[in-house]
């Protein structure tokens, strides 16, 4: 298994690689960020100063090393916008989305795989019936409308809960997080809600397939032979089986959660990773979007191999890393 | 059993705790970009300079017109020709509790050009201004020429103080090490990202504020930001979405407020190329730049209907322009008002210029950088249409269109030959306009910096030159207008309106509306 771990983590650097320099040279291509920078009240000399300041004078391959350069020593680049670290900006809103990302996940695991079971066991029953187009209408509908409406009727009509922002942080056992706070529950419920919805769908309709195929299968038929309760077929048997793919879809999606979480965090005014993507990327601000591409990079990679271990888990003839 | 008694006992109470919370005149604004950082001269931005002013004062002020009004430097006065003498306020303390001493501005002068990585410097606020402590009370700027302008320049930095300020870092800004000032208000916390957070400075100089604590937090989507107000999150946004604005004047608990921003939005046209690249015949021949006739560019301002444009594109939330900036500013021309929409005398000019079938024309403009900027760049199109030049839109991310729109040409020279754009008289009065838009391109000496019609008139320019040389203020307000009149007259600019800025605030607060767009704390009153 580490030999596994220690192959596929020098693969990912060759992808990393690949994926810097593809962003970097795109951006590049798009445009110059010193016109949304630089006030246009400041003289030509001015901006050229701010030009060679900023590095953007030297021809693009020089930046590029440049960049590589200190990207081996963790430096990422300093923000155009903010001066700061690119490294540093990002970091700081990380807990912030992933906390949002650990809710949509739990609110996805939680409601989708009992509903999808549900409707996979019980295929013609009007509540299964229900739950299908439900997920139905939770794909079509687009998060940014989704989101609005949910502020709308919880805290606008209904006043239950807050609008925008995130919650209050308390800190245990070394982690500061906003779910520990009565507060910070109550902030979180529908931003995490608003990006559950498509995944809630996706497991839902994953599980249901997965159990309407597997409930046929031989080794369910002798496990109720063999005066196994229910409840011990569904849960153990059944459910190992059918989470295969559910596991991997999971996987990815949690990935795209971190990563793109763009519209919702907009929407709620979440300060986390995705507002800040979309703001550096209308505004040009290069360093922090090549050096956020490169950490999801990473995140997609760490999260292909911890699916893949957890697949070895699952499935116990699955071996990994095959020999010859 | 006592044991579970005083556990429900410390619950209660616990409780009880938690709700009689916020009695503290606590103030929560929702605003609509969040500042780059917390270093007053780290990026001359609109956000920054707004949040930033609750922490630090400037020597001079503008007030909601942009007026000057004494700040940190009690009077001011020019002592001979090229120096200013600025008597500072008595008595002012940081927020540190050390005094504040002139030692302090000039600290401030040799810092704000330097600061390392800064996008957009208050390098030309400074250049060619030497600052001199006389005594711990008084100022002298010199400039080695005479300089009328000194207070609008000095009104537009923040001072800092040399213990903390100047050899302050924008990362110590940030964490609030560095953010010391003498403002109204103290920085308790940065996140960035999240919010701002401020606490009364209770020994402030000026008039104490009625807020004991404000916090800023940025909510970018503009129907997020209308539901945090309606929901009673925040107390106050800014940047009211025009669409809702109708519907918010209904609303009960709900009051609005509106100001005349200093921004105007405008089109320039290519005055300089014998062929400029987006004109050509109807039927896609090359032809000579119809631009440069003063009739097209007459024709065009008079197919215009502003007033359509008020009504309809920003659902009455604009003024027609005439000029640079709206009446009441200093250095606008009372002879010029917008031009009547006239489709006839449109027509008529152009057949005069030799287009009686038109041409046909590309507008390039931002989407998403001025309030409307794609919805009126749609509608000018179908004016122009309507008046025989067949005109098609472009519009591109702020980014990318502002950089092609100054250098995307050949070495480095304006792309676009007709195109949407704003200005905002950062010094609140018409040089602030002229200089930049309208006087010759001159890399130099940095006039015409965003000129992006290569405009050249050497009228304008001389007058320009003469007004900013003339310190007495009658007499430069008069040469300033002047020669807006001609550039206007020649149509080197062919303006549309002035934006109007709307903020909201929950029923009970009045917020006093600003033509520099700031969102200020110490503007909120609760009757």
Redesign the interface.
């Known amino acids: 298994m580490t030999a596994f771990i220690i192959r596929r983590l020098m693969q990912s650097v060759v992808v990393v690689l690949v994926m810097s320099g593809i962003v970097f040279f795109g951006v590049f291509l ?18 050229d ?2 030009i060679r ?2 590095g953007l004078d030297r021809p693009v391959w020089e930046q590029y090393f440049h960049f590589l350069a200190n990207a081996v020593r963790g430096d990422l680049g ?1 923000s ?5 670290p690119a490294l540093k ?1 990002i970091l ?2 990380m807990p ?1 989305t992933l906390e949002l990302a650990f809710a949509a996940l739990f609110m996805a695991i939680v409601l989708g795989i009992p509903l999808g079971l549900y409707a996979g066991l019980k295929p013609d029953s009007f509540f299964s019936k229900a739950i299908m187009t439900g997920s139905i209408v939770g794909f079509s509908l687009p998060t940014f409308w989704v989101g ?1 409406m949910l ?2 009727i919880f ?2 009509v209904l ?1 239950w809960l ?5 919650g209050e942080t308390a800190t245990v056992l070394g982690i500061t997080s906003s779910l520990f706070t009565q507060n910070g529950l109550a902030h979180i419920l529908l931003p995490a809600l608003n990006l559950a919805l498509l995944k809630i769908s996706l497991v839902i309709r994953l599980t249901r397939a997965g159990a309407r195929e597997a409930i046929h299968q031989d080794y369910i038929k002798f496990a109720r032979a063999k005066g196994l309760s229910s409840r011990r077929v569904i849960g153990v048997h059944l459910l190992k089986n059918i989470m295969i793919p559910v596991v991997t879809v999971l996987g990815l999606e949690f990935g795209n959660l971190v990563a793109f979480s763009v519209v919702t965090e ?4 979440w ?2 990773m995705g ?2 993507l979309i ?1 550096s990327i ?3 601000d290069r360093p922090v979007i090549v050096a956020y591409l490169v950490i999801i990079v990473l995140l997609f990679v760490v999260i292909n191999l911890v699916v893949d271990i957890l697949y070895s888990l699952l499935d116990p003839r699955v071996r990994l890393g095959e020999k010859g | 059993m006592t044991r579970a008694r005083t556990v429900v006992a410390a619950l209660l109470l616990a409780a009880s705790g938690m709700v009689g919370a916020a009695t503290a005149a606590e103030l929560k604004i929702g605003l609509e970009a969040e500042p780059s950082a917390m270093d007053p001269h780290y990026h001359n931005l609109t956000p920054n300079n707004s949040v930033l002013s609750h922490v630090f004062d400037r020597l001079v002020e503008q007030d909601e017109k942009q007026r000057l009004k004494p700040g940190l430097a009690a009077s001011w006065k020019a002592i001979d020709e090229k120096t200013w003498e600025f008597k500072l306020r008595a008595g002012v303390k940081w927020h540190d509790g050390t005094p504040f001493t002139a030692d302090d501005v000039v600290a401030t002068f040799e810092r704000a050009p330097n600061v390392p990585n800064s996008p957009s410097s208050f390098a030309s606020a400074v250049k060619g201004k030497t600052v001199k402590a006389v005594d711990d009370l008084t100022v002298h700027i010199s400039t080695p020429e005479v300089y009328p302008n000194m207070a609008n320049d000095v009104s537009t930095i923040m001072i800092v103080s040399r213990a903390h300020g100047a050899t302050g870092k924008t990362e110590d800004y940030n964490s609030g090490k560095a953010a010391i000032g003498t403002g109204p208000f103290k920085l308790v916390k940065f996140t960035p990202g999240d919010r701002i957070e401020f606490a009364r400075n209770d020994a402030y100089w000026g008039a104490k504020s009625q807020w004991e604590k404000v916090t800023f937090r940025a909510i970018k989507a503009g129907p997020a930001r209308v539901a945090a107000l309606l929901a009673g999150d925040v107390d106050m946004i800014e940047g009211v979405p025009t669409t809702d604005i109708e519907r918010l004047k209904k609303e009960p608990k709900i009051s609005l407020s509106q100001g005349v921003s200093n921004r105007v939005v405008y089109f320039f046209v290519d005055h300089e190329r014998e062929e400029t690249p987006f004109a050509t015949a109807k039927d896609g021949a090359a032809i000579k730049n119809p631009l440069k006739d003063k009739r097209v560019r007459l024709a065009m301002s008079k197919a215009i209907n502003r007033d359509a444009i008020v009504a309809r594109v920003m659902e009455g939330v604009a003024i027609p322009a005439g000029q640079f900036l709206p009446d009441g500013y200093f250095g606008v021309s009372d002879k010029l008002k917008a031009e009547k929409f006239d489709l006839e005398g449109a027509k008529k000019l152009l057949a005069e210029a030799g287009f009686p079938n038109g041409f046909k024309l590309t507008l390039h403009g931002p989407n998403g950088r001025y309030i409307n900027d794609v919805k009126i760049a749609e509608a000018v199109a179908q004016m122009l249409t309507r008046a025989g030049i067949e005109t098609k839109i472009e519009t591109l991310p702020p980014a990318v269109f502002f950089r092609r729109a100054s250098t995307g040409g050949p070495e480095g020279t304006p792309e676009f030959s007709f195109i949407l754009v704003g200005w905002s008289s950062g010094t609140g009065e018409a040089s602030g306009s002229v200089k930049p838009l309208v006087a010759s391109y001159d890399k130099v000496t940095g006039y015409g910096t965003s000129n992006r019609g290569r405009y050249a008139n050497k009228e304008v320019d001389a007058l320009t030159k003469e007004a900013l040389a003339t310190v007495d203020d009658k007499k430069r307000a008069d040469l300033l207008a002047k020669a807006t009149e001609i550039a206007i007259a020649d149509v080197a600019i062919i303006p549309s309106h002035f934006q109007v800025n709307t903020w909201g605030a929950r029923k009970g607060l009045t917020y006093e509306a600003r033509s520099d767009e700031y969102t200020l704390a110490m503007g909120v009153k609760a009757n």
């Open positions: 798009v445009g110059d960020p010193i016109h949304m920078l630089v006030n246009p009240q400041m003289d030509q000399e001015d901006i100063k701010a300041a900023l300093t155009f916008l903010f001066g700061e900006i700081q809103r912030a609005i502020i709308m805290a606008v006043g807050p609008s925008t922002g995130r907009t929407i709620f005014a300060p986390g507002k800040l703001q209308q505004n040009l």
